[in-house]
């Protein structure tokens, strides 16, 4: 079945700083790939996807690039504020399987 | 618009219990899924829901959980008996789409088995 490895588990940055998250996945087929942002006591919420015919898509401050061949896609948080401060997920698969998160913490 | 709704949001009770957790997902949404959240195990899908018929439920840890959805704007995750090591988060997300579709999150129900 699909598995997912997520690093760092913890990233702590200055405010302004960029913030990269990592994630492989082993399941070829795979063909999207979401981050989700988890605030203290809510649920998980959708911040980007990339589908596997396009390998790099941007919003705003966020973006997500995904290499096909070497099974892995990143998230890159720029400009990075305290508000970013959150648990990250990534996912694969047709059967959405999560990584294991990465605590992300900017400091002022 | 309203998102996914849960209920309730916190649940305390005994060993041996049954409890039911309940979700609303987003009308119009034809995909449902059950998560259950634990520090050890991280995000685990439970089961997940095609046009209100269960599709996959795989990730069902045991006899002892049931879902159900008898329409498309309520579904139901039953825990009978309940044991202590089931305390965790139980989030409900609903999807516009099959599998491999965004997912948007309910804000969870904490079940605490003491």
């Known amino acids: 079945g699909e598995n997912v490895e997520q690093h760092p588990s913890t990233l702590s940055v200055q405010e302004g700083d960029s913030a990269v998250i990592k994630c492989t996945y082993s399941?070829?087929?795979?063909?999207?790939f979401p981050w989700y942002k988890q605030e203290l006591g809510k649920g998980p919420q959708l911040i980007i996807d990339?589908?596997?015919?396009?390998g790099e898509k941007k919003d705003q401050r966020i973006a997500v690039t995904l290499n096909k061949t070497a099974k892995h896609f990143s998230l890159h948080i720029t400009e990075t504020q305290p508000e970013d401060s959150a648990v990250y997920f990534c996912?694969?698969?047709?059967?959405?399987?999560f990584g294991q998160g990465t605590t992300l913490q900017v400091k002022p | 618009d309203a998102g996914v709704i849960q209920s309730p949001r916190h649940e305390v009770t005994e060993m041996g219990q049954e409890v039911t957790l309940r979700c609303k997902p987003i009308?119009?949404?034809?995909?449902l899924f059950w998560y259950r959240q634990t520090m050890m195990r991280g995000l685990e899908l439970l089961i997940y829901?095609?046009?209100?018929?269960?599709?996959?439920d795989s990730g069902m840890p045991e006899d002892r959980f049931s879902a159900k959805m008898p329409n498309a704007s309520f579904s139901t995750l039953k825990i009978q008996p309940s044991e202590p090591r089931d305390s965790a988060v139980y989030f409900c997300?609903?999807?516009?789409?099959?599998?491999?579709?965004?997912?948007?999150f309910g804000p969870g129900t904490r079940l605490t088995v003491t």
């Open positions: 997300a609903s999807s516009p789409g099959p599998k491999a579709y965004e997912q948007y």
């Open positions: 399941d070829s087929a795979s063909n999207y």
């Open positions: 990339i589908r596997s015919n396009v």
């Open positions: 996912a694969a698969g047709g059967k959405l399987i």
């Open positions: 009308s119009g949404h034809n995909s």
């Open positions: 829901f095609n046009n209100n018929v269960p599709i996959d």
